[in-house]
Structure formats: C-alpha cells, structure tokens
C-alpha cells in the first residue's frame, strides 16, 4: 500500500532543482513524485515496506536542498525557517561577491584610461597588468585586480557548488554546473572580470527568482488565506500545455549544450580564432537552462485557479482549464463540447469527483467567467512562453555573432524569469464582482 510523504524544500525555486530531486529519488519503493514548485512542495508516494522515510529525507540532502516533512494545511509562516535561512546565506554571499567584484572593478578602473575598458578591454599592458584576447577585444587586467575578480567569482560560485556537484554525480548538466563552467571557462581565457560577473550575477538571479517565486506564493496566499498547496492548487490534472514544456525542456538543454560544444570546436577549424569562440560558446552554455520557460506556465495556472476559486469557480488543474479555453461560446453546452463537465456544487445527485469545474453558482455570469478567464489564462500562458522562447533564442543568435557578452546573456536570461513570473501573477486580479465578467 502507498503513502505520502510531503515535503517543503529550501531553495527549489526553478525546474533545475525539481529534476535534480527527481533523479536523486529515482529509488526503489518510490511510486511516484508531485511538484509544486510554486509552493517549494513535492509529494513522494512511496511504499513504506520497501523505503523509510528518512531514506527519503536522505537522499534529497544529498543534493544539496534542505528538505523537511510538511502538512498540507500549514498556515503561511509555518514551513518557511530553512527556506529563509538558505536564501539569507545566499543573499550574503551575493552581497560578498558584489562588494569584491567592485573592488577589483576598481583597481582596474584606476589604471586603465577608461572606467570602461576595465571591463570591456584595453590597450595593451603596461607594467604590472596582465592581458588576454577576448570577445570584446584586448582585457588589461592589475594582478590585484585578477585576485579580486577570483575571490569574487569563488564566493558567488560557492553556494551552487554542492548542487552542482551533485548534479554531476547524478550525470546531469543543470544551471549550476554550466554557470560553473561558464565562470572557470571564462577566468581560463583571461576574461576574469566575465567569470566574476557571471559569478555574481547567477548568484543575484537566484536571489531574483526566489523573490519571485515568494511574491506568487504570497500573493495567493493573501487571496485565499493560506499558501498554494495540493487542495486549491487543482494539480491533479495537469495542462498539456504543462507537460509539452516538460517534454521541450528535457530536449532543449542537451540539445544547446551540444550546440555549445560544437560552437566551440567546429568555427575555431576555419579561421584558428579558438578563444572567440570558447567565449561564445560558453554564453550558449549560459543558455542551456530553460527555467524561464518552465517556471512561466506553473505559476500562471495557479495564479488563475486560485482567483477564479475565489471568484466561486473551482477548476480541477490546469487540464480543465486549458479545455475550457477551447470552448467556441461561453455556454453548460461548448464547454461540454471542448471536453469540460460543469456542475453547482449545490445541484442534487451529482457527484462532484466526477466533474472537471465545480460552480458556486451564487452569480448568473459563471459560465461565461468559466470560459472567459480561462481563455485570459491561456493566452498568458502563450505570452510567457514566446518571452522565454524569443530570449533564448535572441541571445543564442547574438552569441554566434560575438553580440552580446556572457554578463548580459545571464542578466537577460534572469529578467526573463522575473518577467513571466510577474505576468502570471496578474492573473490574481482577476476575481470580479457578482454578476460581472472581466
């Protein structure tokens, strides 16, 4: 027989820590796993003869995320002690790699004709300054400078090393073993203001997406009362739109990562520019990730659940109502149509398990509000994606033609998350008075 172990953890802010918990929990006696990663949750059904729960426990620390056993129906401010723990270690090593990367900004600045030739290169060295060719021409570096720029790409790097080497031990390429990448790849080169940059700048994105992230869990949760978890969340039937992003991500990353390999091997054969071409491919690299595709559909789903529940109508997932946004009129007979069952929780004889909208039915415009919100819902959901998409794939083209540094490419790819993830959440503002439709 199965049971549930639901867990909140620390720090899963993107699908990057999702997937790693999954492969670390690809274990026997374990059924099946559910995410919430707008809520940090995730529910392990498991067969307690063949796994104990601390073996559970176990091998998610393994991983490098703090996890612990969670109930459904804490308040908002119950599970949140290791969650901002981790982000306030996280914060002051962002803050300690900032604060040297000026430094070393600094010290290059003060030698160099230009504030911006400290970092975006130089003539060639005088006395005391090192040099190396790179992407955006010649970089003079102080040796305190490079010193400065290392110390700084190490304690930005620091917090993402375990997980990353988890990662690796688990034969996977995430976000936080290609920013490593990137950054050695970079300090390899020469460019040591680029591998400090990145450094630093990964740690601020993540600061950035976990802001983000709390923002959407606190924003439902001051609409209804109590954080997103399984119940209102509807995550029972999932969008195909969801499961298609899913499925696109696990292709997307390998793919570009081999594209990266090949960016670096294959122009260098032509023309012997073999550091231009590392340093593009390390952007590619940067790019490997798609976060800001598969956070941008999970939080505008329940953003709409949950206004639309509020409102008096009550979806089961993203399933039901991705169908409902189909439907050709807002009419009990086009949602029937488009494959949605419709029914007043008050309406005798009906079995409410078997329906995929449940209606309060205490305003006449339900079933139009039904068919309209889900239609908004939807289309937010397509402007997410084509944002996360058109970032990727702008940045990945401007790589190969030496357009965009590899600084600019992580700050787009982190605004890019913040943007879809804000989107979604506009979805909160949809709950309308009685006997209005938005």
Request: proline share 5%; net charge negative; glycine share 8%.
């Amino acid at each position: 027989m199965s049971s549930v172990l639901r867990l909140h953890v620390a720090g899963m802010d993107c699908a990057d820590e999702a997937a790693l918990i999954r492969h670390a929990l690809n274990l026997p006696g374990i059924d099946d796993l559910a995410f919430d990663l707008v809520g940090r949750r995730v529910d392990v059904i498991y067969r307690a003869d063949a796994i104990a729960p601390a073996a559970i426990l176990a091998a998610v620390a393994g991983t490098g995320l703090v996890a612990h056993t969670h109930d459904s129906t804490d308040l908002v401010g119950d599970d949140h002690e290791h969650h901002d723990h981790h982000h306030a270690t996280a914060r002051w090593w962002a803050v300690a790699s900032g604060v040297v990367f000026a430094i070393g900004w600094l010290i290059d600045g003060w030698h160099s004709e230009t504030w911006g030739e400290a970092l975006f290169g130089s003539r060639p060295p005088s006395p005391g300054l090192q040099s190396a060719s790179g992407e955006h021409g010649e970089h003079v570096h102080h040796s305190y400078a490079i010193a400065a720029y290392g110390v700084s790409a190490l304690t930005g790097l620091w917090p993402m090393v375990p997980r990353a080497w988890a990662s690796l031990r688990l034969r996977r390429l995430d976000m936080h073993v290609l920013v490593c990448l990137s950054a050695i790849g970079a300090a390899a080169i020469g460019q040591w203001a680029e591998a400090a940059a990145v450094a630093f700048l990964f740690a601020l994105a993540h600061l950035m997406e976990a802001w983000s992230i709390d923002r959407a869990r606190h924003a439902v949760a001051n609409l209804v009362g109590h954080e997103p978890g399984w119940g209102e969340a509807g995550a029972h039937q999932s969008a195909p739109v969801e499961r298609w992003i899913e499925k696109f991500a696990a292709v997307y990353t390998p793919v570009v990562t081999f594209a990266a390999l090949a960016v670096v091997l294959i122009p260098p054969i032509v023309d012997g520019l073999w550091s231009v071409w590392f340093y593009r491919g390390l952007i590619f690299l940067v790019l490997a990730c798609p976060c800001a595709l598969v956070i941008s559909t999970p939080v505008t789903v329940v953003a709409a659940l949950t206004s639309a529940a509020r409102r008096g109508v009550l979806y089961k997932g993203g399933g039901p109502l991705e169908r409902a946004a189909g439907a050709r009129a807002e009419t009990l007979d086009a949602l029937n149509a488009a494959g949605v069952t419709v029914a007043c929780r008050t309406a005798p004889g009906t079995s409410l398990d078997s329906v995929d909208v449940v209606l309060t039915c205490d305003h006449p415009s339900d079933i139009a509000f039904t068919v309209s919100h889900a239609r908004r819902a939807l289309r937010v959901i397509r402007q997410n994606v084509t944002l996360a998409l058109a970032t990727k794939i702008a940045f990945l083209i401007s790589a190969v033609f030496g357009a965009s540094p590899l600084w600019l490419a992580v700050l787009a790819d982190t605004g890019a998350t913040v943007a879809v993830t804000l989107n979604g959440l506009r979805l909160l503002r949809a709950s309308t008075p009685a006997g209005s439709v938005p």
